[in-house]
């Protein structure tokens, strides 16, 4: 996938997750039946669409980390929006690995 | 020996803990500015991830949100629902904030704002607007850990003597050891807060209900209009749509604009540990479920606590829990209180001799040092006078403050994302946007669609930030490629 495409994705996710979370779009969904794992329905739906914004975050990560390792200047937030990127001088070879790739997504 | 004797040995024993675990941390970090700011920017990504979630769920999720799912039912899922969309913005804003703060050693929101936006005025009107949203948050953890010291110990210490105790304590680390205190304390207290959380919040419903689905169907037979969004006012009218959705925008715009979590951008190791805490952030807003779940199993339950903050503690207590049980939730509330009130104190001090009075003075930093501890026993003594209310709701506190700290964003924004923006634009924009929250905060009658006041603040502030920079000259290109290239 592409930069922009997965910037653009993950910003229409938060502005419907907006929306559905107040006034209109909670108002279909603020009843109490059917519980879901025992949670008012509009409990239960505001909490899948922050279980929701996990999953998203962490597959725009996914796509932004390529670019960030390809050095492309669009990944780099050094670079800012005019002109190129600089190295990061705190940054360790240690840190380059990723150990939290696998539970990140188990955290759901 | 009486319950809350063993109570009152187990709270000590987990007060003492934590003082020592903050005193021995600040034996690390180095005796400058920048090592009592940013903790030397070397946070990794466990001390992160529970700093920033720590500093975020206080004793206004903990107490609070139970005391609005007890009282105002589902009023209380706006407090659920604003997290995540607040956070995630920062994904792209911390990094950026980071690379700007590493460049030109900034270590606070207001520097990188006037790195963009030159002028000593806008820094000294950020310091206090910080500090005037900042008062009410500290009054709320002091209330907070005075409310669960007082609730669990009988009334035997009453809410004056145990804010004093738990904060005097907060104070003596926050004075020694700055950031780094803050940080190793929070992952303690972070973990800590989670379990209990979790446990207690599972517990109730299955012990006094016989279930978790079984308590609300219970609710909603009894009062279904208790579990219903928008909710309930604090007098149990219905409340309304618009009150309920602006209050979830305004905190979300908010969240990360206070001077305490924005910072957290400068102490940060290096990016990927930021951009992995915000990921991992919504994970946080769901352990609110529990404490929720904790509020509601009060809400049909005989007996009424003394205010609906009280609910948490009340809960616990007419259970017959074992002192032991009783004394570790203590431990984790306090520590819900105590890991954001260090927070706050370490930031408005920092902020306000950073941002405002080192701009009119010349100080070595030693004495800014100095000037900084002072205003933490100030501004820790102002909070103090305030948390003695017994009227004041931990809710309500801090939904006030966001009408202002809201107000940052804009020019956050601007200096990082619009080349056009101008100095005169920003200022003009937070004075009629700070101007305006506060009015309609004077005058909620006014208020249309009952909508929050940082909101109204900001629909003015935004045409007034646009309008103001394009009538005045545009920044040298030179400069603004400085600072964006």
Redesign the interface.
């Known amino acids: 996938m592409s930069l922009r495409l997965a910037r653009t994705l993950?910003g229409v996710y938060?502005g419907l997750?907006?929306v559905a979370?107040?006034?209109?779009g909670?108002?279909p969904f603020?009843?109490?039946?059917p519980?879901i794992?025992?949670?008012?329905f509009?409990?239960a739906w505001?909490?899948a669409?922050?279980?929701g914004?996990?999953v998203v975050?962490?597959l725009?990560?996914r796509v932004?980390k390529r670019y960030r390792d390809a050095g492309d200047p669009r990944a780099d937030?050094?670079?800012?929006?005019?002109?190129?990127g600089?190295s990061?001088?705190?940054?360790?070879a240690t840190?380059?690995t990723?150990?939290?790739d696998g539970t990140?997504g188990g955290?759901? | 020996m009486e319950q809350w004797v063993v109570v009152t040995i187990i709270i000590s024993a987990y007060l003492v803990l934590t003082l020592t675990i903050g005193m021995l941390a600040g034996r690390k970090s180095t005796d400058s500015v920048a090592g009592y700011v940013a903790a030397d920017?070397s946070f990794g990504?466990l001390v992160m991830y529970f700093v920033t979630g720590a500093s975020v769920f206080s004793a206004f999720a903990f107490l609070g949100g139970p005391g609005w799912a007890y009282s105002r039912g589902?009023a209380a899922?706006y407090i659920?629902?604003y997290?995540?969309?607040g956070m995630?913005p920062f994904?792209?804003i911390g990094?950026?904030v980071?690379?700007l703060g590493?460049?030109h050693g900034y270590v606070t929101q207001a520097q990188m704002i006037t790195g963009r936006f030159p002028s000593k005025r806008l820094s000294a009107l950020i310091a206090l607007l910080s500090l005037i949203a900042f008062v009410p948050y500290i009054t709320l953890q002091m209330r907070g850990a005075g409310i669960v010291i007082e609730a669990v110990t009988d009334g035997n210490v009453p809410i004056w003597l145990g804010s004093l105790v738990a904060y005097g304590i907060v104070i003596i680390y926050v004075l020694s050891s700055g950031a780094m205190a803050v940080g190793w304390t929070n992952t303690f207290q972070g973990v800590f807060m989670v379990v209990i959380a979790w446990t207690l919040g599972l517990y109730l419903p299955n012990r006094l209900y016989g279930?978790?689905?079984?308590?609300?169907?219970q609710i909603?037979a009894a009062r279904?209009e208790h579990?219903?969004?928008?909710g309930l006012t604090a007098t149990g009218d219905p409340w309304t749509?618009?009150a309920?959705?602006t209050f979830?925008?305004v905190s979300?715009v908010g969240l990360m604009m206070w001077p305490h979590l924005f910072m957290k951008a400068f102490t940060a190791?290096?990016?990927?540990?930021m951009?992995?805490t915000?990921?991992?952030f919504?994970?946080f807003?769901?352990f609110l479920?529990p404490v929720?779940l904790i509020g509601f199993s009060g809400v049909l339950f005989a007996g009424t606590p003394q205010a609906p903050d009280f609910i948490l503690p009340f809960m616990i207590l007419e259970t017959e829990l074992p002192a032991i049980v009783v004394g570790l939730f203590c431990a984790g509330a306090l520590s819900a209180s105590m890991s954001t009130g260090d927070a706050l104190l370490h930031a408005s001090a920092s902020v306000f001799v950073e941002d405002g009075v080192a701009k009119y003075v010349d100080m070595e930093e030693r004495t800014q040092r100095r000037l900084m501890q002072l205003l933490v026993l100030l501004t820790g003594a102002t909070a103090y006078v305030f948390a003695q209310d017994p009227d004041s709701s931990l809710v309500l506190l801090l939904a006030s403050a966001y009408g202002i700290i809201c107000q940052f964003a804009p020019p956050v924004v601007a200096a990082?994302?619009w080349?056009r923006a101008t100095t005169p634009g920003v200022i003009a924009g937070l004075v009629a946007g700070a101007a305006t929250a506060f009015f309609f905060w004077q005058t909620p009658e006014l208020k249309p669609f009952d909508m929050h006041e940082g909101i109204i603040g900001l629909l003015v502030h935004v045409p007034v930030l646009i309008g103001v920079s394009l009538a005045t000259p545009a920044q040298d290109e030179a400069h603004?490629?400085k600072?964006?290239?």
């Open positions: 993950t938060f997750m907006l979370v107040t006034w209109p909670l108002v603020s009843r109490v039946q519980l794992l025992g949670l008012p509009s409990m505001i909490a669409w922050i279980a914004s996990v975050l962490f725009l990560d932004e937030p050094s670079a800012g929006p005019l002109g190129t600089r990061h001088p705190h940054r360790r840190d380059v990723d150990p939290m990140a955290t759901v | 920017r990504l589902a899922f659920l629902a997290g995540a969309l995630a994904y792209w990094p950026r980071a690379a590493r460049r279930g978790i689905g079984e308590m609300f169907r909603d279904p579990l219903v969004p928008p749509w618009g309920f959705s979830i925008l979300a190791k290096d990016d990927d540990t951009r992995r915000v990921i991992l919504p994970t807003q769901l479920i929720f990082l994302y080349k603004v490629q600072f964006m290239g």
